[in-house]
């Protein structure tokens, strides 16, 4: 009876530590965009702030684009990556160690193992170039015409 119960108690053990990523560091991740001057924020994935420095609680799961904006300067986007991070990987040994194969699973398929990068995003927005005025071509006034004549 106490081998059946000490079995039952390493098992449910090794159950609960299945999935620990998920559990330790979540399916979402703090996200920073600074840029200069301050400007809005838009991503692919429908997330806003009106203005930077902002920090977003992003789904570490996928990747998608940032687009800062502001009037009078260039639109500027940039691609934020999803990829296995150093805390990834060590819950991912953590579940190799336990014996956790459906942790490791849960883990990969809600994006706990990721994180995503660049984190802090940082932007500088470049001024928009003023078209030039076009050129004026007024005519200029004639000039005397010689007299012609004899002294």
């Known amino acids: 009876m106490k081998t059946y119960i000490r079995g039952a108690s390493l098992f449910l053990a090794a159950a609960s530590l299945s999935a620990c ?8 991740q703090a996200y920073t965009i600074e840029s200069s001057p301050p400007a809005e924020v838009k991503t692919s994935t429908g997330f806003s702030c009106p ?28 691609e934020v990556v999803s990829k296995m991070s150093g805390g ?3 819950a ?25 990068t660049p984190n802090p995003l940082k932007v500088v927005l470049e001024p928009e ?4 005025p076009a050129a004026e071509t007024a005519a200029a006034p004639a000039a005397p015409a010689a007299a012609s004549g004899t002294p």
């Open 51 to 78: 203005s930077t420095p902002c920090t977003l609680k992003l789904p570490r799961k996928e990747g998608f684009t940032v687009t800062v904006s502001k009037a009078g300067y260039k639109t500027q986007t940039a």
């Open 92 to 116: 991912l040994a953590g579940n190799v160690l336990a014996g956790g194969i459906i942790g490791m699973g849960v883990d990969a398929s809600s994006g706990a193992l990721n994180d995503l």
């Open 88 to 90: 990834g990987g060590a």
């Open 21 to 28: 990523a998920t559990v330790t560091r979540g399916t979402t």
């Open 129 to 132: 170039v003023a078209a030039a």
